[in-house]
């Protein structure tokens, strides 16, 4: 009978809109959700029954729910000025694992941390998959967990040590000769300091003293002899000597290198060090870049040595191409890891399995997984989070037209059941 018909086409209806406002109170509910994409019911007609008449008088039986589809849309971005909170300026989903598991997950939510072992991880524990880098911080190819917060910077020894100075072309040579290393302050006429480090990292302060001579100047670089194989701590010992000799213009004309060798307890040995005092007119510079013999008192203008020691992470930074720069205690900077980013031919068909998480299937297709900024991939967006893309009013509309679909299928029902009460009351 119709009427019966019309009883669960109303059921339908109720039904299919009571699925509406459950979407809707979803998508309202994570409206401050951080990655969170909204969702909407899409509804088809029930299979039609056909009734006698003329030509093809088919009758709906009602609605059902067809499929949610997610909306697969841009979120706003969000400043947070945290380090690790990051987000993606485009497509693609940030990777995720368990530990220890082969279970991957997928999310759009960049609030990230370290754990206790240095992982960089989500707010559930779960360690985001990006590329490691090598101790020179070239990024390799092979997608892993990102453990960035126990990087550290190993040591380099020093191979060059640059001195710029002024040797005063008054000076006469010292009262007391010749140099010895014992007595090198009243043996010489000028001192210049720098602190030079071998292959462990460790430093040794080098004095560099030089001697006015008649033919020009002397330098003998002096070190504690503790820090040296053999040495005695107190001790001063040469590990570098030699001559320097100018032109009538100050200019540098030649230099000679003796002495040594340097030879670091416990380290390489032995570590050469080039003793860089500028290019000489005899190797074809000016003379004039380094060391200098001019009038004006001895005194030294640029120190520098391309050595240093070994390092912690002190801070981290994440850039546009999802890059980790660490910034080390021992002033360095080196790239760490770079994160990973997939992208899916049907995203909104992954499956959402909580926690702002996703889980590729059948439908979405195999992950198409990369550096953030290539091809398909979105940049990263590092002291951001990307808020929900949930539309307050647009739902709040939707809201509207649900109550009113499931109002006027009630009245379906109430009509219907009317009518059959009116039928049984034929039979008295």
Do not use: C
Request: aromatic share 6%; hydrophobic share 40%.
């Amino acid at each position: 009978m119709s009427l019966l018909s019309s009883l669960n086409t109303g059921a339908a209806g109720l039904e299919t809109n009571s699925i509406e406002l459950e979407i809707i109170g979803d998508n309202i509910a994570n409206a401050n959700t951080v990655g969170f994409k909204a969702s909407r019911a899409a509804f088809q007609e029930q299979l039609a029954r056909t009734v006698i008449g003329q030509g093809p008088s088919q009758v709906g039986l009602g609605a059902r729910l067809q499929t949610v589809q997610r909306i697969i849309t841009q979120g706003a971005l969000t400043t947070t000025s945290r380090a690790t909170d990051v987000a993606i300026d485009g497509g693609g989903l940030f990777i995720v694992k368990g530990a220890g598991t082969q279970s991957t997950y997928y999310t759009r939510a960049g609030q990230f941390t370290f754990d206790k072992d240095g992982y960089l991880v989500n707010l559930q524990g779960l360690r985001v998959q990006g590329f490691s880098s090598n101790a020179q911080g070239v990024i390799q190819p092979a997608i892993g967990d990102l453990q960035v917060g126990t990087a550290t910077s190993p040591p380099l020894a020093t191979t060059t040590a640059v001195i710029k100075a002024n040797l005063s072309s008054t000076a006469l040579p010292p009262a007391v000769s010749p140099f010895a290393p014992g007595n090198a302050v009243a043996t010489s006429n000028y001192v210049s300091s720098i602190s030079v480090y071998d292959s462990l990292g460790a430093a040794h302060q080098v004095d560099t003293y030089f001697v006015r001579t008649v033919a020009g100047w002397d330098y003998h670089a002096l070190t504690d002899g503790g820090g040296l194989t053999g040495g005695t701590a107190g001790t001063a010992t040469e590990i570098a000597n030699g001559t320097l000799t100018f032109g009538a213009s100050g200019q540098l004309t030649a230099k000679t290198t003796a002495g040594g060798p340097f030879n670091p307890k416990g380290a390489v040995n032995p570590q050469a060090i080039n003793w860089n005092f500028g290019t000489s007119t005899g190797a074809g510079g000016t003379g004039l870049d380094g060391i200098t013999q001019f009038a004006s008192p001895s005194s030294t203008s640029f120190l520098s040595q391309d050595g240093y020691p070994a390092g912690d992470l002190a801070s981290l930074n994440i850039d546009k191409d999802g890059q980790l720069v660490g910034a080390f205690t021992n002033g360095r900077d080196r790239v760490i890891g770079q994160l990973a980013v997939a992208n899916f031919q049907a995203e909104d068909t992954m499956e959402r399995v909580g926690g702002n998480l996703y889980r590729s299937n059948l439908d979405s297709g195999p992950p198409n997984i990369g550096a953030p900024g290539t091809g398909p991939h979105g940049a990263v967006v590092a002291g951001t989070l990307e808020q929900s893309n949930v539309d307050m009013a647009g739902e709040f509309v939707r809201m509207i037209a649900a109550q009113r679909g499931f109002q006027a299928n009630s009245k379906t029902l109430t009509t219907a059941d009317q009518l059959l009460a009116e039928l049984m009351t034929l039979k008295r």
